[in-house]
């Protein structure tokens, strides 16, 4: 059993920064790809980050790569988002997901928990 919860959202400014958190509670959180997800309204939810077991590899989508920054503590159980020169278009509601492994890392089908979301609005 795996449980994510986020926080950190909330209110910046474009051109601001704001780190996520998603706190796992489960024996097994090492064992799992972590990845970040948002939803914006009216829209799909969509890839926002992964990162490995281990920390050693990291995915992006291109509208975040090189802005945001996605890394994890195993020893905390804890995986973050750092975010930065956020635009008004990444304002969203965040999504914490798991996975065992063993399937794309940028699909939403492929994790097995789910956070409930954090959101994040960014002014112009």
């Known amino acids: 059993q795996v449980q994510l919860v986020e926080s950190g959202g909330g209110l910046v400014q474009a051109g601001g920064s704001l780190r996520l958190s998603c706190e796992a509670s489960?024996?097994?959180?090492?064992?799992?790809?972590m990845g970040w997800f948002r939803q914006a309204p009216e829209k799909v939810r969509e890839f926002v980050a992964a990162?490995?077991?281990?920390?050693?590899?990291?995915y992006y989508a291109d509208s975040v790569k090189g802005r945001f920054t996605i890394s994890r503590d195993n020893a905390k159980n804890t995986v973050y988002l750092q975010m930065n020169s956020l635009k008004f278009e990444d304002t969203a509601v965040y999504y914490c997901?798991?996975?065992?492994?063993?399937?794309?890392?940028?699909?939403?089908?492929?994790?097995?928990?789910w956070g409930q979301g954090t959101q994040v609005t960014v002014s112009s």
């Open positions: 997901a798991a996975q065992e492994g063993g399937s794309r890392y940028d699909g939403r089908g492929s994790y097995d928990y």
């Open positions: 489960g024996r097994t959180f090492s064992s799992y790809v």
């Open positions: 990162i490995s077991v281990t920390g050693g590899r990291t």
